[in-house]
């Protein structure tokens, strides 16, 4: 057997970076949540519109923490759902799902599910509907009701 170079050098680059430069290399979604899918327990997971924001100890701890963990802290400083969250930090939803479970548990994000009660209320979704035909177009018409 020959000598095998390291793995950048058989990808073609001349330069020896596999990535551009100011990037990270890919991760595999499996490694960042150490294999598990879920954050455990009998718990659904969390809810897309799910919001997520630090917390003031999950700011103060932000320099111990692991990568991931730190970037999605530092995302946070704002809330925002984990949807918006996984696809700012163009991660897979559900290793979103399990990493803010694991720093809520840990107290650096504070995590406000919504209540599937409301959610599920025809009412609000009605009310929503016309708060949308209300809102003027471009031209500064309102949508037909009918």
């Known amino acids: 057997m020959g ?3 390291p793995p950048h050098e058989a990808a073609g ?3 020896g970076s ?11 979604p499996f490694l960042l949540t150490t294999g598990r899918v879920s954050a455990g327990g009998t718990a659904p997971p969390m ?24 970037e999605m802290v530092a995302a946070c400083r704002r809330p925002q759902s984990v949807a918006e969250l ?8 559900n290793v979103v799902r399990v990493l803010a479970e694991d720093l809520r548990v840990a107290g650096h994000l504070a995590v406000h599910r919504p209540n599937a009660a409301i959610a599920q209320d025809l009412s609000v979704l ?9 809102v003027p177009d471009s ?4 949508r037909d009701t009918s």
Request: proline share 8%.
């Open 13 to 15: 680059d001349p330069e």
């Open 139 to 142: 031209r500064n018409t309102l």
């Open 47 to 70: 809810p897309v519109e799910t919001q997520v924001v630090s917390t003031s100890a999950g700011l103060l701890a932000l320099h111990s923490l692991t990568f991931e963990h730190q």
């Open 18 to 28: 596999p990535e551009p430069v100011g990037r990270a290399p890919a991760i595999r």
């Open 86 to 93: 996984a696809a700012g930090l163009r991660l897979h939803l």
């Open 126 to 134: 009605r009310r929503v509907i016309d708060g949308l035909r209300a």
């Open 3 to 5: 000598v095998v170079g």
